[in-house]
Nanobody, 119 residues
Framework: VQLQASGGGLVQAGGSLRLSCAAS????????MAWYRQAPGKQREWVAD???????NYADSVKGRFTISRDNTKNTVYLQMNSLKPEDTAVYYC??????????????WGQGTLVTVSS
């Protein structure tokens, strides 16, 4: 099972970006999918997650600006980021709890995509 993230880049403050993360390989089911980020010199922090039934949760710092969604037909999770701020600059990682078989589950991580917001 692999997660491949894409969509990062350089954007001005107030702009928007959309991140994508696709799961590939052989698996039984994808449970929760999430985005985390790690700014330079800081610990990785949780940004948002979405359950298999599409219940969403957000960190207070992004609530109202970011939207997480998923397309189960494509095994893909998205993060629409609007009204970006310089403090949103970070490497963004996707994560998913996946059942490779019916009887066990594990957390998988993508490789990270860099988002840079200029002031």
């Amino acid at each position: 099972v692999q997660l491949q993230a894409s969509g990062g880049g350089l954007v001005q403050a107030g702009g928007s970006l959309r991140l994508s993360c696709a799961a590939s390989g052989s698996f039984f089911r994808i449970n929760v999918m999430a985005w985390y980020r790690q700014a330079p010199g800081k610990q990785r922090e949780w940004v948002a997650d979405i359950t298999s039934s599409e219940t969403t949760n957000y960190a207070d710092s992004v609530k109202g600006r970011f939207t997480i969604s998923r397309d189960n037909t494509k095994n893909t999770v998205y993060l629409q980021m609007n009204s970006l701020k310089p403090e949103d600059t970070a490497v963004y990682y996707c994560s998913a709890n996946i059942r490779p078989t019916m009887f066990r589950s594990a957390d998988y991580w993508g490789q990270g995509t860099l988002v840079t917001v200029s002031s």
